[in-house]
């Protein structure tokens, strides 16, 4: 990796306050990090499209209103006591247990009603605005790819060079995605099996100015491409390991992360991987009309679930958790009313699913408002701003500059707590001091989780209401050295915000959180 | 249109059946150029004659091998009527693969693909249908798209592809509406408000829904009819009137019973949003991916006019754009990437290579190319969605969606696949036939005139010397040119004898081989 490029992204500055505070010696921290590359440029994105507009309603499930939703869609809603709680008033599919075990291992962040204005319901323009992040028609550029062109100039024609010997995205299956689409080239690499690329006949070309020369100078640095990149990856596959057992060798979704995650540890810098899920189309035999629990839409959520769950699992056992984060996405979600062939019609929004260790926010926004009179066509209205969604995984994960970001967003940005559940981590042991103490979910309800890391010590734990108000004592104890996760119940408490006080001999630490 | 009336030599005459067709010989190509582009042009617009597709496979339990299974019903026998099934769409897989490799110099089948694309349709259910449907098309292709539109509007595999068939008074589903605005006719614009796309409206898509309504198929896969049906029931229609957008002046259309759709589809015709949407797609197909502001103005324009005063004709429209100074343009020559089955056949039919072995043999090396159309990213009977294929909508990138390193790498193999002798299906080697390709050249003793010619067939443009010297050196091993000569007059005087013609077929084998991979033949 480039250290200039990682000193211009801002990673040092974010930094400093936690330094200073620990009394480490900026010299110290400096060698460690460029020693040891856990720096934001390590970090890697999972993107899982859905493809054909995923029924949000039929994957995340407004408990509150399930007396609403049997109104809408009595012919396809499956039985009130067969969804998984996540908390009291959000439930996910039956078939979805692998992503409810994440949500309960804080591993799991559901973002409600994510869309854009003015929603367009046709596949193709809303998968391109998707895309490109962006609601221009003009905009022919994908969101990841118009921030890849601004930090690696001259692609296609400079790369792969030394200091970037690998694919910047790799697209799983024999499609790139036009969520990578630069000015000049895609910076995805299509790859179906990371262990077989063949060697290619390389070709030298003159562009004589015209399309054509265009056309034959493309396919010529792409082979050029496939031979040098073929061999990064598989070289990196064969070294790579992978340990869980959960991964279904029939799911093609779980066959495809299993393969990420066998080119992320065999030391691919690779940063976005996509995977493309199609069948989310249902605009009829959504579900099966015998157990409205089964179905395409619930195959195709189970495949999900159950893959995103093993990889997660490796990723523990691999020791990549900290590293890697996905999101899935869908054009549209499905309107509110069921139609009369068991499925759903094209709709609005939907709600975004982000996974991975360091995610730092349990369920992100309220649950849509379901009528209780069916209104025709109606979809569920938009209040997250996909693009903002977008904009602060590039924050939060790339550590990208602000000013960066909003150069590559038309919009006025408004920025989302996502992915801060993991510090810029210098090494495991450095983390483990740095790391900011975490309420999940948060905001709350029932019960919540207090994560934070104890440096062996004797630490008490105090709940402070917002006017300083010491209201009791939730924790007193030694802790050995390492990550910890205390449950507490707070449904007595009334709505609004409170304080975790972490005090002990050598620290005393503030995390708030918000009572619903 | 300006008319083109430039010279016309090889080179243009190759552009234009380069475009046209899948695959011209060398003496195709000499062939239009003696008789001229009008006389050429009038040959690609007759249609041809094309026979029906056989059984040839064993799980095949109704028709006898060699019958054809497109008027035969089913077996009763779930697990029969599967297999079935199965055997149909193989045999019609092999079958579409097959006409494309034995395409007569129409632009049959350059159109039906058009279509194939157009209205994206994924096979589904019942071969018969689905052959049914490619007829159809085929029925069509040169002729009047607003009763092709309407025609497929109530097919069979449309009805069962996008929801029209249970699409009903009782439960309306918008699926079809929605894409015969924005995929098949007026085409979406900028979106102006919610719902609102330029071209039509979310209450012109709930409208529609309403009245197509009323359709069911019938006969999918049955054991006692012999066709699948489209049939409509009126107690399934809507029969209120239905008012459109603004878009459409606000025009209702009347409770009209089972022939509102085309009432419908006349008035989506009377905007000309749908003819100038269409020829837009034509120009993407024949001419350039890229519409600039001067072809809109000069090109699309003259398009979208003459299909208007044609009333949707669409072979005056291709007519002047063949016949035009912009199609023969060197600025667009070699602008398209050849699609999988474009760049297939161009391997074959450039040397007149086909299958013809006994049914068996004949119908699995044509299935095998269909799946190899298939693995390089253009799966015939199954388009990526209802749009079609990316490479003919996706900006910016178009025709290079081909192409990528899973793609290239497939490709590749093919390549190695079709020059060699290794591809035996029961004892048959299918391969290029490339002495009969040497044959057809000019002068196939001279290894420079060999060259030149292979060029003047395989690439849109000609290519640097230093590349032409490339290939001649592996053309004679390295040797002079007159071993060349040497070596084939030697042939030429026993031309079945495998001493004299092997080395030869060798030497052009791997001549191809190093052409077919070089960037220059994957465009066109």
Known sequence: MKRRSFLKNGALASLSLPFVQNGFSMQAIAKQLFDVPKSAEDKVLILIRMNGGNDGLNMVFPRDQYAEMLVQRSNILVPESAILPLTLEVGLHPKMTGLQTLFSEGKLSVIQNVGYPEPNRSHFRSMDIWS???????????????????????????????DFPDPFAISMG??????????????????SDPFNNSNLLLTSVTNDGTYYGGQIEYISTLINQTNEYGQQITSAASAGNTLSNLYDPLNPIAVQLKYIAQMISGGLQTKVYIINVGGFDTHDAQVDQNDVKEGVHANLLKRISDAVRAFQHDLQLLGLEQRVAGITFSEFGRQIASNGSLGTDHGDAAPLLLFGACISSGIVGANPQIPNQVNNQAGVPMVIDFRDIYASILKDWFEVDLQVIQGLFEQNITYYDLLQGCTNSISENDA????????????????HQLKFFSNNEYLEIFLIDQNGKVLQKSFEGQLNAGPHHLTFEIQYLNAGRYHYLLKSATRQELVSFQKL | MTPYTGPWTSAQAAHLLRRCTFGATFTDIQAAVQNGLNTTLSTLFTSSIIDQPLAFDPAEQIVAQGQTWINAVYPTDNAANQQTEGARMKSLGAWIAKNLNQESLSLN?????????HFGVTASGDARAMYQYLNLLRQHALGNVKQLVKDVSID???????????????????????????????????????????????????????????????????????????????????NTNKTLSYHFANQTISAGGATEYATYIDVIFNQADTASYICRKLYRYFVNAEITTWVEQNIISDMTQTFISSNFDIAPVLNELLSSAHFYDLSVRGAIIRSPFETLCAMLNTSSTSANFDLQSTYQI?????????????????????????????????????INSTYIKKRFDVVNILTSNNYNVNGNIFKIKVLDFLNGLSMPSSAPQVVDDLCVVLFPKDIPVADKLAIKAVLTGGLPDFEWTLQYNEYLNAPTNPIFY????????????????MPQFHVC
Not at chain 2, 374 to 395: F, R
Not at chain 2, 502 to 517: D, G, S, T
């Open chain 1, 132 to 162: 490109t992040g962006a609601l221009d028609i003009n905009q022919t550029s994908g969101w990841l790819g118009r921030y890849f062109d601004g930090a690696y100039p001259n692609f296609p024609d400079a790369y792969p060079n030394v």
């Open chain 1, 174 to 191: 024999s499609e790139v995605s036009s969520t990578c689409q630069g000015l000049m080239g895609n910076f995805s690499h299509a790859v």
């Open chain 1, 432 to 447: 483990a001091q740095l790391q900011k103490p975490l309420v999940f979910p948060n905001p709350s309800l029932g019960q």
């Open chain 2, 109 to 117: 089948e350059k159109m039906l693909f058009f279509w194939q694309n």
């Open chain 2, 156 to 238: 069979p595999c449309m009805l069962v592809f996008l929801n029209g068939s249970t699409n009903s008074v009782f439960s309306p589903n918008e699926n079809y509406a929605r894409e015969l605005l924005e995929l098949f006719t007026v085409g979406k614009g900028v979106q102006l408000a919610a719902g609102d796309y330029s071209t039509f409206t979310e209450q012109d898509v709930a409208a529609g829904a309403k009245i197509f309504t009323g359709y069911v198929v019938q006969g999918v896969r049955s054991a006692t009819q012999t066709q699948v049906t489209s049939q409509y029931l009126p107690l399934l229609h809507d």
């Open chain 2, 366 to 402: 044509y299935l095998s190319m269909y799946g190899l159309a298939d693995q390089m990213g253009q799966g015939y009977l199954a388009p990526p969605s209802v749009a079609g294929w990316t490479a003919y909508y996706q900006a910016p990138a178009f025709y290079r969606l081909w």
């Open chain 2, 502 to 517: 092997a080395p030869v077929e060798l030497r052009m084998q791997a001549v191809l081989n190093i052409m077919f991979k």
